[in-house]
């Protein structure tokens, strides 16, 4: 495969359109195809989601992300089957809610290839697992009000415990969103690895 697929999963309420729009900058480095979320929208309007947020607490909220995991698996199957890859060949680049995802799918050892986690939170338990392990980047703004840095500082500790290869990125200035230093940060990250999970090194890097 000579330019990575990276398969992008949009926050809740945004949609596929914003997202590739959002990713832009990194179609220089790989193809960047966004998928829409599973289901409308709670709040109205166009927008998708991958689960529902309506009356969500921290106490169900796995369940929810448990029950979408199927469906989002047969669509990345089906996907990468048309495209003639395995599902561990495609980049999973996920943005708020669709971080969210990414990082359930990596913690059940869904995905050992590797995957993206902008302004996310872990949200699945973490599977042992010696050989499905996963290359992962997470990029997180100090000033995010909507989804705390210190979440993925979190989930970056439980998912290195755990064996993966774990890269956390702080950035500053961006708030709940994906900016220059974000695509930026994924586009160096791309490059410098691989399918074999080669080690990302950059003087911004921060190593759980």
Known sequence: MSRPLIVALHGVGSSARDMAVALAPLERFAEVLALDGLDPFDGGGAGRQWFSVAGVTEADRPLRVAEALPSLVDRLDRLAKDR????????LLGFSQGAIMTLA???????????????GRLAAPVVPTEERLASLLLVHDRADRVMPSALSAEAAARLSAAGHLVDLLLTDGIGHGIGFPTTSAVADWLTTT??????FHSDKR???
């Open 194 to 199: 691989d399918s074999s999970r080669n080690e």
């Open 84 to 91: 003639s890859l395995k599902r561990d060949d495609l980049v």
């Open 105 to 119: 799918m990596v913690a059940q050892g869904l995905h050992p290839g590797r995957a993206v986690a902008i302004a």
């Open 206 to 208: 921060i190593m759980m």
